[in-house]
């Protein structure tokens, strides 16, 4: 196998780099990560087995990178194949599935669910299930495809300012209104106490990374955040790369 063989792996990385135009030994050592005087030796080696001339590829060499890669392409490919085999999905089945039906898979209410037929992500059944009963599904292709969740983020008044006191709670149950279906997060005392009497919270704690998994599952969420916290929330929003929305309360 190529990859047990450090030798034929390196002289097929100096065949590549020569085939790119670079000539300068050093050049070459720092594309392919070894020392100078490693590129030097090996050239010569492959100079004496008449894979190189003049800093040219023989026909020899030619074949020998031509070999060298189809057996690296083939290792790729019988690797991928048995990663395929192993990579499981676990999913809710959507309706009744039977073993080894081929299943489309789709994001509904912030989990994945299988449908008998075939999709932009499909796979094969690796059991027999009913509607609502769990479901593996393996030999993948395909990219599931999801409408990411809104992230409205609601800054509280400060303590400064004063907390709840300023809170109108109205224009709570109007953010709440307004987002019929979102999730409902809190971040903070302010946070909490403004709106515990109004509305179930659903996320109460680590509520930020719970609007994030939520985003990425297709659930929207209303975030209510206290002014203390509000710096690090929407740093760690926009480090995560989670599009929102933010208004004052």
Not at 21 to 31: C, M, P, S, V, Y
Not at 98 to 107: A, P, T, Y
Request: aromatic letters at 6%; proline letters at 2%; a neutral charge.
């Amino acid at each position: 196998m190529i990859l047990r063989d450090k030798g034929k792996i390196t002289k097929m990385l100096i065949l590549l780099e020569i085939l790119r135009g670079r000539k300068k030994l050093r050049e070459i050592a720092e594309h392919i990560d070894i020392t100078v005087q490693g590129v030097s030796e090996y050239v010569k080696n492959m100079e004496k087995e008449g894979l190189i001339k003049d800093w040219e590829l023989t026909i020899a060499g030619l074949e020998f990178l031509n070999n060298a890669l189809d057996e690296l392409g083939d290792f790729v490919s019988e690797s991928n194949a048995v990663l395929k085999k192993l990579q499981v999905i676990e999913a809710i089945a959507g309706e009744r599935i039977e073993k080894g039906e081929k299943v489309k898979l789709v994001m509904e209410n912030g989990y994945i669910h299988a449908y008998r037929g075939e999709g932009n992500s499909t796979g094969t059944a690796m059991n027999s299930a009913d509607k609502g009963e769990d479901v593996g599904v393996s030999e993948l292709r395909g990219v599931l495809e999801i409408e990411y969740g809104k992230v409205n983020i609601y800054a509280m008044p400060s303590i400064e300012e004063g907390g709840t006191k300023k809170i109108n709670p109205e224009k709570i149950k109007k953010i709440i209104e307004e987002n019929k279906g979102a999730k409902i997060g809190v971040c903070g005392v302010v946070a909490y106490l403004s709106v515990r009497k109004i509305a179930k919270i659903d996320f109460q704690f680590s509520a930020m990374n719970a609007a994030i998994d939520a985003h990425y599952r297709g659930i929207s969420t209303v975030l209510f955040v206290s002014h203390s916290m509000l710096p690090h929330v929407l740093k760690t929003m926009e480090d995560k790369g989670v599009p929102y929305i933010l208004e004052k309360v």
